[in-house]
């Protein structure tokens, strides 16, 4: 759901950006005699800012362009064609490009940085929850069940489940360094997602084996390297508490 509401989203500002900067460029028409060019310069590049804080890199390039195809066209003699007769108009448009691009650039590299902090909060607060309920003595059925619950969010998984007994031959595995282990060959789970149609995390702790979480992946969908260390990390503490509860039974 959250994807499709992304994709929709980019498309939309991919749409704004070809089409607004025409509509204001059109805006603008019967002011141009009396609007500085600079001042028009300054309402596009509003434009650009707009598109590419709510879309993506993508559409803010194509705002940039469609800003400074319809600058030329609507608002620089000669007008309603795409010639640029003064050397001054010719900077201007240029600007535009060049201002647009890097307002991209910077937009979208805030919004990495704001995806990375909320998805840090989010990895401490899995890790938090089982850690909790670890600490409140909460049964193994309420503790696997929260773990099982954060790992399918962290590694978008179609479904989990806590086993007690390690399989032999053992699944692909998630290491504790976060590598995805097949057959003794390392899987390029950043690139093609975690091998299926299942795969396991070892639930030990200080050496002692208490069982594993197996994991059935949703094809194709890339894991990064950091949401395998925090699965292992939120493993790790579910098995701290384990350890204990399972050999007293």
């Known amino acids: 759901m ?15 950006g070809i089409v607004v900067p025409l509509l204001v460029g059109a805006v603008l028409v019967p002011f141009r005699g009396t609007f500085a060019n600079t001042a028009a310069a300054l309402v596009m ?36 064609k795409l ?18 691009v890097l307002v991209t650039e910077l937009a979208a590299r805030s919004r990495q940085h704001w995806k990375a902090a909320n998805s840090s909060t989010a990895y401490v607060a899995m890790i938090h929850g089982v850690a909790v309920l670890a600490a409140n003595s ?12 954060s790992l399918i969010q962290l590694l978008t998984l179609r479904a989990c489940r806590f086993d007690r007994a390690l399989s032999n031959p053992p699944l692909a595995q998630i290491q504790s360094n976060g590598d995805v282990e097949l057959v003794g060959l390392r899987w390029p789970a950043r690139e093609i997602g975690i091998p299926g149609p299942e ?6 702790w200080r050496g002692r084996v208490v069982g594993r979480f197996v994991v059935t992946p949703t094809p194709g969908v890339m894991v990064t390297l950091e949401q395998r260390i925090v699965a292992v990390a939120v493993v790790d503490v579910a098995a701290a508490y384990l350890v204990g509860e399972l050999h007293a039974m």
């Open 83 to 100: 010639t640029i007769s003064h050397r001054p108009d010719l900077e201007t448009t240029i600007a535009i490009v060049v201002v647009g």
């Open 45 to 80: 590049v509003s434009v650009i800012v707009a598109v590419a804080v709510f879309g993506n890199r993508l559409a803010g390039i194509v705002a940039s362009a469609s800003s400074a195809i319809w600058f030329d066209f609507f608002l620089t003699p000669p007008y309603d």
């Open 138 to 149: 909460a049964p193994v059925t309420e503790i696997t069940d929260q773990t099982t619950a």
């Open 199 to 204: 795969a396991e995390i070892v639930a030990k």
């Open 2 to 16: 959250m994807r499709q509401l992304l994709l929709y989203r980019d498309r939309l500002a991919l749409g704004a």
